[in-house]
């Protein structure tokens, strides 16, 4: 019997593991066309986990039944297989899909500084608003502004990069700052009453989405 199945000791004990973990990355290859990838340590213990459980299995797998006789017959060794590999696969999904996110997690630090700076800009343009075609409006006179609010947004970026998974974020942060830019650029040629306007509804939809973004980080850690 076990000479008939020796092909099916081999596969279960050395090829089933390589079966698993090959569905693994392959796995992960198909959600990362959709999902931004897994961290190395994630794969890494993932795949340690699969492993280990695998071999286990393959010791402790029970093969044997009692017939009505009480005599032991041996399980057919393919079948040992099939069932061991059904959990396996299981808990592939469950440890490889597990740790795939979509994005980064909610960052309350980002949210707050997002929030002071709309505050901040908005006090801005309403200022150059009053005060268009005055000597207080002047470029001259607002570079400060200018310069705070670029190492607000400096900031807010560095901090946002230093977390995982969190493109979307710079990216809308980077557009942010761009904005902030092309501000500054049209301050320096002269800025009317009526250009004001324009201007606080792009950067204000930029503030709004980015803050969207982590109330909706937010909303999915909970």
Same mark, same amino acid.
């Given at each position: 019997?076990?000479?008939?199945?020796?092909?099916?000791?081999?596969?279960?004990?050395?090829?089933?593991?390589?079966?698993?973990?090959?569905?693994?990355?392959?796995?992960?290859?198909?959600?990362?066309?959709?999902?931004?990838?897994?961290?190395?340590?994630?794969?890494?213990?993932?795949?340690?986990?699969?492993?280990?459980?695998?071999?286990?299995?393959?010791?402790?797998?029970?093969?044997?039944?009692?017939? $009505?006789?009480?005599?032991?017959?041996?399980?057919? %060794?393919?079948? +040992?297989?099939?069932?061991?590999? *059904?959990? =396996?696969? #299981? /808990?592939?999904?469950?440890?490889?899909?597990?740790?795939?996110?979509?994005?980064?997690?909610?960052?309350?630090?980002?949210?707050?500084?997002?929030?002071?700076?709309?505050?901040?800009?908005?006090?801005?343009?309403?200022?150059?608003?009053?005060?268009?075609?005055?000597?207080?409006?002047?470029?001259?006179?607002?570079?400060?502004?200018?310069?705070?609010? $670029?190492?607000?947004?400096?900031?807010?970026?560095? %901090?946002?990069? +230093?977390?995982?998974?969190?493109? *979307?974020? =710079?990216? #809308? /942060?980077?557009?942010?700052?761009?904005?902030?830019?092309?501000?500054?650029?049209?301050?320096?040629?002269?800025?009317?009453?009526?250009?004001?306007?324009?201007?606080?509804?792009?950067?204000?939809?930029?503030?709004?989405?980015?803050?969207?973004?982590?109330?909706?980080?937010?909303?999915?850690?909970?």
């Amino acid at each position: 019997m076990y000479e008939r199945e020796s092909p099916w000791c081999i596969a279960e004990v050395v090829i089933g593991p390589i079966i698993v973990v090959a569905a693994f990355f392959l796995l992960r290859q198909f959600v990362g066309t959709f999902m931004t990838g897994i961290a190395e340590e994630e794969v890494r213990g993932s795949i340690y986990l699969t492993l280990g459980i695998s071999f286990a299995l393959g010791l402790f797998i029970r093969r044997t039944k009692e017939n $009505k006789m009480g005599n032991r017959q041996y399980l057919p %060794r393919r079948n +040992a297989f099939v069932i061991r590999i *059904i959990p =396996l696969l #299981l /808990i592939l999904a469950f440890t490889g899909c597990a740790s795939i996110r979509l994005i980064a997690d909610y960052d309350e630090q980002i949210d707050t500084s997002v929030t002071d700076f709309q505050r901040k800009i908005e006090t801005f343009l309403t200022h150059l608003e009053r005060n268009a075609g005055k000597d207080e409006a002047k470029y001259q006179n607002n570079t400060k502004f200018y310069d705070e609010a $670029k190492v607000d947004l400096s900031a807010i970026r560095v %901090r946002a990069a +230093a977390i995982p998974k969190n493109d *979307i974020t =710079l990216k #809308l /942060i980077d557009l942010l700052l761009e904005n902030i830019s092309n501000l500054e650029n049209l301050h320096k040629l002269g800025i009317s009453a009526e250009q004001v306007s324009p201007i606080r509804s792009a950067i204000n939809t930029q503030c709004t989405a980015i803050l969207k973004l982590e109330i909706a980080k937010k909303r999915g850690k909970s």
